[in-house]
């Protein structure tokens, strides 16, 4: 391997002639020229705009992927330009293990279809969340990368750069003011204060051109800002409809679980009828436990199903006493003219009435009545 000698000798001897310069003037024991304030607010302003943006994108990064271990392999993978693996969301492999309980416990009873359902749920909203990983990394985590690996490796070059001409423009300005100084002593100092002024208008010249192209490129932050602020925008718009789908997806849930569990009960009593002189055993219900009112008992002799196929909200009677205020949590479309549809935060007058599914009472809103689900209500006291 061939070296020159000669230049890395003088490398090294520059080098250590500017470290010394650096420390001289961080000691207050040198001159140093000052940029202007414009340049200076530039500089600042590109350094906070690199802190923040490197903050954003890491903290960016653990939201999108919560697994330390998992964002280390992506990053090789990265550094190795090869591709990514395909990773199953955590909502998918939920709704997987769902399903395949389902299928031993058996897809046909109450427990199999409810799992299903919340499954096939659970697998809408891992797919979500992915179409919003991949959104997120591509109009916002990439335009981040590209600032911090493209723009600001160029704007740390051209800085360096610039800095190293400011340290020999002032060593230029010092070698001349010695000379000067000696100039008075001894007429042969004269050739060298002619050639340290000539040094000086070269680096001068030198200093002048690196500010300028420094500055051009700290100027250019402010349109970084604007690409920014378009791209946190589509972050923003691409999370709006991840949560806004999630909403849909959980609500829709809801609703087939508020119909289905009447048919879950009366498979249950099919299997195992209860005998007729007694009220048939309570069904452990498969949905969140919510606020209930006192139900009347059910007919003795009557089973639940055949009560309910005859029983006409319409034409019943609300009891004298055990009516309650109710608040609707959400939205509800009535499947049939039995049921009574419900709007979100409206306040109707509910009871119950013997024979009837513990799951569901009548409700009312003025001359308007019939059966509403429990789960889609806050009694009130």
């Known amino acids: 391997m061939d070296f020159n000698v000669k230049k890395l000798a003088s490398d090294a001897g520059v080098f250590f002639s500017r470290a010394m310069q650096f420390t001289e003037e961080k000691l207050g024991q040198a001159e140093k020229t000052e940029l202007d304030a414009h340049f200076e607010n530039l500089l600042a302003r590109a350094d906070c705009t690199k802190n923040w943006t490197e903050k954003i994108l890491r903290q960016t990064e653990v939201l999108l992927q919560p697994n330390p271990s998992a964002r280390v392999e992506e990053f090789l993978y ?25 299928n031993d416990f058996g897809s046909g009873t109450p427990y199999g279809k409810t799992l299903i359902k919340v499954g096939e749920t659970q697998r809408r909203l891992g797919a979500a969340e992915r179409d919003f990983i991949h959104s997120a990394s ?102 709006t409809n991840y949560y806004a789908q999630c909403y849909q997806y959980m609500l829709d849930l809801q609703k087939q679980l508020g119909r289905f569990s009447g048919t879950f009960v009366g ?23 919510v606020p209930t009112i006192p139900v009347v008992p059910t007919i003795v002799g009557v ?25 609707v949590l959400y939205d509800y479309e009535a499947a049939d003219s039995t049921e009574l549809a419900l709007l979100a935060d409206e306040m109707i007058t509910v009871y119950s009435l013997p024979g009837m599914d513990p799951d569901w009472l009548i409700g009312e809103r003025g001359n308007q009545k019939g059966k509403v689900p429990v789960t889609y209500l806050e009694l009130l006291s």
């Open 78 to 102: 990265e550094k190795l330009d090869r591709k990514v693996p395909s990773r199953v969301t955590n909502g998918e492999l939920l709704a997987q293990y769902m399903t395949e309980a389902a």
């Open 138 to 239: 591509i109009n916002f985590l990439t335009p981040l990368r590209n600032f911090l690996e493209g723009d600001w490796r160029t704007i740390s070059k051209e800085r360096r750069i610039l800095q190293n001409r400011r340290l020999d423009l002032d060593a230029c300005k010092a070698r001349l003011k010695k000379a000067k100084a000696a100039e008075a002593k001894a007429a042969l100092w004269s050739d060298e204060v002619e050639k340290a002024e000539h040094e000086l208008r070269l680096t001068q010249t030198e200093f002048d051109r690196q500010a300028e192209v420094t500055r051009l490129l700290l100027e250019g932050i402010s349109s970084t800002h604007v690409n920014h602020l378009r791209c946190l925008h589509e972050f923003v718009e691409s999370q």
């Open 267 to 289: 498979n249950a009593e099919s299997t195992s009828p209860p005998p007729a002189t007694a009220s048939p055993p309570a069904v452990a219900a498969t949905l969140p436990a």
């Open 303 to 327: 089973p639940n199903s055949v009560a309910e196929s005859v029983l006409n909200p319409n034409e019943v009677k609300p009891p004298a006493s055990g009516t309650r205020k109710a608040r």
